[in-house]
């Protein structure tokens, strides 16, 4: 029995393993951090949020401050997916995001059935959104008082 | 004087110290207790019987009728900007206090505070022979210390007495905007003080007789700059209440006391239950996240706010203790009550947006913070802008929550990355064009872009991060109003984005200048200009940085007079990087702005937010990233270098062979340049903040608080339950 626990990342109950969800890579024990058996690079914010003002006018353009942000990007070990992003101060710990009760988990998904692809839930708060927009396209275009919009 | 004093002793001296009561301030029984009260006799006793569901719905039908009725009232005829876009509430509680239910289209974050100041008349007020509680009887209120979001917003509060027992309190709130504060529109960045921060209303009687007490709205008149609009917008709130009042009148006439003090707590105590059950569909153990907040709108700073949820069964505990502690003479800090109500919109908003909007949903829900932390800060300290911690309270669930709900085999809503949540509008103040004094501000802080979601891009400027119900409002009725002009609004702003397999929808730039005043000026109160805050899930790319860019020592209206041709397209960058103005003082600039005058012409600009990115760039269909050159959200060295693909330029056609080979290869470099986790570690982790950067909060561990300004040569280290509030020079 496998348990989706991210985009990329599941959890083995037989075995007790952090896996990659896109090549199968076994990361490291499920009662651990998953990070451990991943890759990291310390990204300058810069090369992906690029400065759009002309640095030479301008000290502040966009891009986040090197010196007070940075992108900690985590792979797979095996196929490259990124599979973290994670923006911290310079120096500052990882954090330990996901911390889960294996043994809870096996309990919870004794009597589950297996997932291999998360379901997508409704988006209500668009939805709603959505619908305020059509009440509100209606309410100024649809009353009859003659206007022209 | 001796220590062991008898129990009649006791009783003597408790009901001395009652009775005596210097001052009742914001009280800690009420402020800290966000949860349900028991039930009361009579709820017992109703519930006990037993209750028909399909009278229960129908009557809650007539109830949410009732309060969209009076809501709509508010919205129509409130005179203030707020009130325009529906930045208000009108509830019903219970007699003990309880929110049972606001209205459909009422902002959330209303439903998990406005019951403080009631709570707070039940306690003192009904007593009370010199204030008393009579039917007819109305109450105001704003001081946020007893509840509320923040000051800008002033309720009406009524009870309903029927067949001369209390049986419920309505409610009307209303975002008024001024509030007689030091800098205009309510939310001044400057206040130093708690006394800085304008008129603060605790709970206090109003009306009498369903009349507005002339004397008393005369004096809160002298109180704001904006005495019409004081006055308009209590009368608005009083007859929306007097009219939900009319209606629930109807319900009693027709269905009984029993039917609706029943349905009120029954719809809590449904909502508390299916709250549980939700939490205990989530696997137990703990997700993290953490938040930094990079200015105090007077200086860049770095705070933190640290996250951890723990679930166990059906309890969640969410434990916020690490965080930076509160400055005492800086507007950035919040009470915990405001901060919770805020959590609450969170969750309705992201996490599961169909649970019925009440207090009920926080209710089981275990919070922990320290005392006198930026979240939970109290005393003298000035609040005034608690909307960037309160913002950071919306989103603090998405990225924890993801990952609790991903494995949950019944989903209630998409899973997504976080809302850009910053408060990116202009506040503004001054002279109006035709000669009154105002300050308030505008609507397009309602178009945060929203994050991405597992499968699809996020929604352009969606909505504020505290309602999804709110509307962008009208800048035509604005500019009748105020000599506020926009040379550029709601143009979506090109390659600010929230990258990953899905982005995060976008936000609209906003360019304003001011005509025809004599003294006009704006404020602006975002942080984001250093670190960027809409945070990115499962491997997406946050929001970028966001600046405010001003053209100084110009008047446009002239320029343009002069070559009507000066500026074709009123776009930032273009602006900014071309300089077409000739003789413009031309900066960039920190999101934090404490009220400046704007000379007509002059022009201010700053940007609504993306929403962060979900899952990995190069997981990105290449078709999408055609989509979004089409529509010019984005430029091509950007598509190329973050989502590696390979296409012809002119005809947007993609080379599928090569991209594959491309991204093939982006991988295998991204292999070559990682470093296994244990490695890197040794070589990233400091045992301390970086010594140049002013830091606040914890480190590597939640109970050590850093407070660090090199400006000041502060460097302190403080235990976590013992922390004290840091002033800045």
Request: proline share 5%; net charge negative.
């Amino acid at each position: 029995m496998k348990v989706l626990i991210t985009e990329y990342l599941r959890i083995n109950l037989d075995t007790e393993q952090w896996e990659c969800r896109r090549c199968g890579h076994v990361h490291g024990s499920a009662r651990d951090n998953y990070k451990k058996g991943l890759l990291v690079y310390d990204r300058d914010p810069r090369e992906i949020h690029k400065p759009l003002l002309d640095p030479k006018k301008y000290a502040r353009t966009y891009s986040p401050d090197p010196k007070w942000c940075r992108i900690l990007e985590y792979y797979c070990s095996s196929c490259g997916t990124m599979v973290e992003a994670e923006y911290l101060p310079p120096g500052h710990p990882p954090l330990h995001d996901i911390e889960l009760d294996i043994d809870a988990l096996k309990l919870q998904w004794k009597d589950r059935k297996e997932v291999t692809e998360p379901t997508v839930g409704p988006d209500l708060a668009l939805e709603k959104v959505k619908n305020n927009r059509a009440l509100h396209a209606e309410h100024h275009h649809g009353h009859g008082h003659g206007h022209k919009h | 004087m001796h220590d062991n004093i008898s129990a009649e002793e006791q009783v003597l001296l408790d009901k001395f110290l009652a009775d005596n009561q210097l001052w009742l301030g914001p009280d800690p029984e009420i402020m800290r207790n966000h949860s349900l009260t028991p039930r009361s006799k009579m709820e017992d006793e109703i519930l006990k019987q037993g209750l028909d569901p399909h009278q229960v719905h129908h009557v809650r039908g007539l109830i949410n009728a009732a309060l969209s009725e009076a809501f709509e009232m508010c919205n129509q005829m409130g005179a203030a900007p707020g009130a325009k876009w529906g930045d208000l509430v009108t509830g019903i509680y219970t007699a003990q206090g309880d929110l049972a239910m606001i209205a459909p289209h009422g902002i959330i974050a209303f439903a998990a505070c406005c019951f403080y100041p009631v709570r707070f008349i039940v306690k003192n007020w009904i007593d009370d022979p010199t204030v008393g509680v009579r039917d007819g009887d109305g109450f105001i209120h704003n001081d946020a210390r007893y509840g509320g979001v923040h000051n800008t917003d002033q309720s009406m509060m009524m009870p309903l007495f029927y067949k001369g027992e209390l049986i419920c309190w309505l409610s009307a709130t209303i975002h008024e905007g001024e509030n007689g504060a030091c800098e205009p529109g309510g939310m001044p960045a400057a206040a130093e003080s708690k006394y800085d921060e304008g008129i603060k209303m605790s709970p206090f009687k109003v009306v009498e007789n369903f009349q507005l007490k002339r004397d008393l709205v005369t004096f809160l008149q002298n109180s704001v700059r904006d005495p019409k609009l004081q006055l308009e917008d209590m009368k608005v709130k009083l007859h929306a209440v007097m009219r939900l009042r009319d209606r629930i009148t109807a319900i009693l006439d027709q269905f009984g006391r029993d039917a609706l003090v029943g349905t009120l707590r029954t719809h809590l105590e449904d909502t508390e239950k299916e709250m549980r059950r939700r939490i205990r569909e989530m696997p137990d153990g703990t997700t993290r996240v953490l938040q930094f907040m990079d200015s105090s709108l007077r200086e860049n700073c770095l705070q933190k706010i640290s996250l951890a949820i723990t679930v166990k069964g059906d309890r969640l505990i969410m434990d916020f203790r690490g965080t930076a502690p509160q400055f005492m003479n800086r507007a950035v800090n919040t009470n915990i009550a405001s901060f919770k109500a805020a959590l609450c919109t969170g969750l309705l908003q992201n996490v599961w947006p169909d649970l019925p909007h009440t207090m009920a949903v926080l209710s089981p829900i275990e919070i922990l913070s320290d005392r006198n932390s930026i979240i939970d800060a109290e005393g003298e300290m000035p609040q005034a802008m608690s909307l960037m911690p309160l913002f950071k309270a919306c989103v603090a669930w998405t990225i924890p929550m993801a990952k609790f709900n991903y494995s949950v085999p019944t989903k209630y809503s998409a899973i997504i990355a976080s809302q850009y949540d910053q408060a990116a509008t202009f506040i503004y103040g001054g002279l109006t064009q035709h000669g009154d004094v105002t300050g308030n501000f505008c609507s397009d802080i309602n178009g945060n872009g929203q994050g991405a979601r597992s499968h699809a891009d996020g929604e352009h400027s969606i909505s504020p991060v505290f309602g999804f119900m709110c509307d962008s409002g009208e800048h035509e009725i604005n500019e009748e109003d105020t000599p506020i002009i926009r040379l550029g609004a709601q143009r979506l702003a090109k390659d600010r984005i929230g990258f990953g397999k899905y982005r995060g929808g976008m936000g609209y730039e906003q360019i304003a200048t001011a005509r025809g005043s004599g003294m006009w000026g704006f404020m602006t109160g975002c942080e984001g200009s250093k670190f960027p805050s809409a945070q990115g899930l499962f491997g997406g790319y946050s929001c970028p940085s966001y600046q405010l860019l001003k053209i100084k020592g110009i008047n446009v209206f002239e320029e343009l007079r002069k070559n009507p041709k000066v500026v074709e397209v009123f776009d930032i960058v273009k602006l900014m990087n071309e300089q077409p103005i000739p003789g413009g003082k031309y900066s960039s600039n920190d999101m934090g702005m404490t009220f400046e005058l704007c000379n007509e012409g002059e022009i201010y600009m700053i940007c609504q937010g993306a929403g962060g990115g979900y899952g990995d760039v190069i997981e990105r269909d290449p078709a999408l990233v055609m989509k979004d050159l089409q529509e010019d959200l984005m430029s091509h060295d950007i598509a190329r270098d973050i989502y590696q693909v390979v296409y012809d330029e002119a005809t947007l056609v993609v080379d599928e062979a090569a991209t594959q080979q491309r991204r093939a290869d982006y991988r295998k470099a991204r292999l070559a340049r990682g470093k296994p986790f244990d490695q890197f570690c040794k070589a990233w982790v400091t045992p301390e903040p970086p010594k140049d950067i002013p830091y606040f909060g914890s480190w590597d561990d939640t109970t050590k608080i850093h407070a660090q300004n090199p400006a000041i040569g502060l460097n302190v280290v403080m235990d976590a339950t013992q922390i004290q509030g840091v002033f800045m020079p």
